[in-house]
């Protein structure tokens, strides 16, 4: 009964995969407007290690707009319809929490928006911190520069090795930390995170072994 239970997960686990590539590759691919079109270049796919880590290249894209960052106390002044400015006389955070699935392998992290200052600088911080508010690490810090002046700003970031996410130990987010309203002409529009979702045999597991 034990052997036959095993196999109808087994067989259940199959369907599912076979189903969700199907779904996948028949599924049209959201681009960014800075991005290459696939098929200008073509899209490379990969496969890579990183100790018992493993994942195929299928990478995905996960969008954070300014509209959905916390200012808490902070007046936010939205422009157009996902841009942010800061509302205040003093410079201020504003904070969104990053929800990717257990195990995903986090590789680069990307943030844009407007600079039209040559004095002041918008800056995105990607940490990670422990259930008990402990500080585990800022991977990452990005800044739109003071010497860029009157366009877009694109600012990207490799992870090299990349992230394991831990939602068992970390949770993980990010930190804008927007310019006051004095030097203001500083916007923030976007923050993209690449990463790999582990593999669907990799949460399946346990209940194998059951």
Known sequence: MVKQSRINIIVCIVSVCTLLGLTSFFAPKAVRADEVLPGSEGIEARKMESGNVQWDGRTQVMSYGGGGFNSFNAAVYPIGDNCIMNGEAETKPAFHN???????????????????????????????????????????????????????????????????????????????????????????????????????????????RK
């Open 98 to 208: 990053v929800n990717l699935p257990n195990g995903s392998v986090i590789s680069s992290i990307d943030f844009s928006g407007h600079d039209y200052s040559d004095i002041s600088e918008m800056k995105l911080e990607f940490i990670e911190s422990k259930f008990d508010g402990v500080i585990g690490r800022t991977w990452a810090v990005l800044n739109s520069n003071i010497d860029f002046d009157g366009g877009v700003y694109v600012r990207s970031m490799p992870f090299d090795p990349p992230i394991v996410v831990d939602n068992l130990v970390y949770n993980y987010v990010l930190k804008l930390t927007m310019p006051r309203l004095t030097e203001q002409n500083v916007l923030f529009c976007q923050a993209t995170i690449s990463y790999n979702p582990p593999s669907i045999f990799a949460q399946a597991l346990p209940l194998i």
